[in-house]
């Protein structure tokens, strides 16, 4: 008896079949890129969130850690870097620290805010070198001669910042004691107002307000 003869595939079906599979795999490639960018994109944008919230509660902690001592100046802002004295956060340590903030370009010419601490101070001496320091690291990012060495970080990108004052009940620019001729007290509020970089991951204007925890609340007539 004949047997049939096993009838194969044409040269067309195959060269048809290998044009869908490629058409499919190209498919899938696309699908798997897309989905690579946005995981990069998200994580981009998560990382950039917790950089500036880290660097905001930064922020607040050395503003509630202010404080005020003989022959020092608690806060003085100068319109370029905004300095601070503020306590130990042990209790334990009898030492307080020169904190500073200021907006300058890092290494890759990219606006940035930086923070700038001191070691440990104990005396007015000390203090006063410090705040000396601060000053001038603002201007040239560690190139002075002081000997006076502290730790630097590059935070979040920024195009500007600028800061308020809230006192006799109102709120207006900042002011340092150049402007006012006297050491200046701490403000019962202090507003931020940060211009973050056109970017995937954040941009535009925050506003952060920050009150001074043994301010009190005006009187009502």
């Known amino acids: 008896m004949a047997t049939r003869a096993t009838r194969g595939f044409t040269l067309i079906e195959l060269l048809v079949a290998i044009a869908i599979m490629a058409l499919l795999a190209l498919v899938s490639w696309q699908g798997l890129e897309g989905m690579a960018r946005a995981q990069s994109i998200n994580r981009e944008r998560s990382d950039a969130v917790l950089t ?15 404080v005020a001592l003989s022959q020092t100046r608690p806060i003085d802002w100068d319109g370029r870097v905004l300095r601070l004295t503020r306590r130990s956060t042990d209790t334990a340590l009898p030492a307080v620290y020169v904190v500073a903030w200021t907006l300058r370009a890092d ?3 990219t606006a940035r805010w930086y923070r700038w601490q001191s070691p440990g101070l104990t005396t007015r001496p000390e203090w006063q070198q410090a705040w000396d320091r601060a000053a001038a690291w603002a ?11 502290g730790t630097e970080l590059g935070l979040v990108p920024l195009e500007a910042w600028q800061l308020f004052y809230f006192r006799n009940d109102a709120w207006g620019p900042a002011v340092g004691a150049a402007a006012l001729g006297t050491n200046t007290p701490l403000p019962d509020g202090v507003r931020l107002v940060l211009s973050l970089p056109p970017g995937p991951a954040l941009a535009g204007l925050l506003t952060r307000d920050w009150v001074r925890p043994t301010a009190s609340a005006a009187k009502s007539s």
């Open 52 to 66: 500036l919230q880290t660097t905001l509660s930064q922020w607040k902690a050395d503003l509630d850690a202010t």
């Open 107 to 109: 290494a890759t010419g």
């Open 139 to 149: 201007q040239d990012g560690g190139g002075s001669t002081n000997e006076l060495r």
